[in-house]
């Protein structure tokens, strides 16, 4: 809460469990809205090319250790590094369509056993979504899709724990969409929140803080 509303670009969020199709719904989404003549930039966490970024990536490849709160912050600092562009973009009105974002971030740190509580605190502050489009998918199906398991989170019962911590962050701004469906179904269901979205954006709406 706190600020007025004002007419600015929305703040969307692809959320979901990995391999639940979030970058390529991403990009399909950004392409149908550009269509229809909405300026939308396509961002992405972790941002892997800042200093923060190569950390993470390097972490997550297996080429490094680090300790769990340790990632955790790198994680919400590299949200933190990016918060006064996010604003500044938003307020030129355009779209922002951000593949994971604290969500991805709480969600993974608590299913490795961190506090929940305590995971949420270093995303105090930020930018909150004005939709979170979750792609709710079954651990299993995900798990017969490409390139799945390279990573160092990609085991299924690592995943369902993740799925019960996203419940656990659920507001009126969420809405969930069947990922076990083809990509052009995903696709059509993603459409008219995204729209209606950026229309009340467009119109006026507070910025949010998490949480
Ligand atoms: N992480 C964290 O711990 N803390 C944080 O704060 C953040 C992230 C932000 C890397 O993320 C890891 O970081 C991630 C969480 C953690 N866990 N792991 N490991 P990432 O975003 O870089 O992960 P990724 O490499 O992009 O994979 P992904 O996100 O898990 O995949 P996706 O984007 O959801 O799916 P996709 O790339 O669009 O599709 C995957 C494959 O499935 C591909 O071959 C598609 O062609 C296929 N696909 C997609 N949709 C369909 C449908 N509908 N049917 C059939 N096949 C499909
Ligand atoms: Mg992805």
Known sequence: GGGD??????LIVLE????????????????????????VEEWRFPDRTTAIGQMISSYLSQASELDDSAVHLLFAANRWEKRSLMESTLRKGITLLIDRYSYSGVAFSAAKGLDFQWCRTPETGLPAADLV????????????????????????????????YYQAMR??????VDANQSVDEVQEALREAAVSVIQSCKSGAELLRLW
Do not use: H, M, N
């Not at 199709?21 to 300026?39: P, V, W, Y």
């Open 133 to 164: 489009l979750y792609l709710d998918i079954d651990p299993e199906v995900a798990a017969s899709r490409g390139e799945y398991g390279l990573e160092r989170y990609e085991k299924v019962d690592f995943q369902r724990r993740v799925a019960t």
């Open 5 to 10: 509303a004002e007419k600015r670009g929305a």
């Open 171 to 176: 507001d009126s701004t969420w809405q969930t």
């Open 16 to 39: 979901g469990l990995d391999r639940s199709g979030k970058s390529s719904q991403c990009r399909a989404l950004a392409s149908f809205l550009r269509g229809r003549g909405e300026s």
